[in-house]
């Protein structure tokens, strides 16, 4: 059974600054990851999504990589801004045709000004 | 905007009596899944479609069920609610060219 955990679970960084988030899964057998932001009592946005062919995917001032053998991702955000303030959360995704995602339970990031 | 709505929004209930949620996309997308988030949980997927008609269970599916009857539908049943199954619910959507899923805004249901 897939699991995958964020760590940490809350992060606090002053506007301007390049931050870290990450994810990491237990079976390496993934097909793809996504990375989501949701904003407080609203539904998820999708950011980016990494097959697991690919080392990373960059959108904008966010980049997203992947290391399949060693069962990590990172969401690497530059240049931080309050608006970037939400939870950050990543899903490993299952192959096939009865495709599924498995999410971690996510970061919740602050910005200050 | 991937053309999703959730129905209702809010919902409180008591216990034993039957709820019906309603996922509805403008899309047809193929594909439609059924997510409750918990605090200490995160997101777990309860049920899925593939098709009309076409559904399977996901990680949490006991107390629940689904129909899809038509493509831009999903309903989740819950037969006789719990106070174990309040939560927010979320529906999501996949393109069929796509692995991205794409979320409602989302039902709270409370159940006393």
């Known amino acids: 059974k897939q699991e995958v955990t964020q760590i940490p679970a809350a992060l606090s960084v002053p506007e301007g600054e390049n931050l870290v988030l990450n994810c990491s899964f237990t079976?390496?057998?993934?097909?793809?990851l996504q990375w989501f932001r949701q904003d407080p009592g609203k539904g998820l946005t999708s950011l980016l999504l990494i097959q697991s062919s690919q080392r990373e995917q960059t959108s904008g001032r966010l980049n997203a990589s992947l290391d399949k053998s060693s069962g990590r991702s990172t969401l690497y955000i530059a240049a931080s801004q309050p608006g970037d303030s939400a939870t950050y959360l990543c899903?490993?995704?299952?192959?096939?045709?009865?495709?599924?995602?498995?999410f971690g339970k996510g970061t919740l990031l602050t910005v200050n000004p | 905007d991937a053309g999703i709505t959730q129905s209702p929004r809010h919902k409180v209930t008591e216990t034993g009596t039957p709820v019906t949620l309603r996922c509805h996309q403008t899309e047809n997308h193929r594909y439609m899944y059924w997510y409750r988030q918990d605090p200490g949980h995160g997101l777990r997927l309860i049920h899925y479609s593939y098709g009309v008609k076409d559904t399977d269970k996901g990680e949490v599916s006991d107390g629940y069920s689904v129909s899809r009857s038509k493509t831009e539908d999903f309903l989740l049943t819950l037969e006789s609610a719990t106070s174990s199954q309040t939560s927010v619910y979320f529906c999501?959507?996949?393109?069929?060219?796509?692995?991205?899923?794409?979320f409602g805004p989302g039902t709270r249901l409370t159940v006393l």
């Open positions: 079976d390496s057998a993934i097909y793809n």
């Open positions: 999501a959507i996949r393109p069929g060219s796509t692995d991205t899923q794409y």
């Open positions: 899903a490993a995704g299952s192959g096939g045709s009865n495709y599924k995602l498995t």
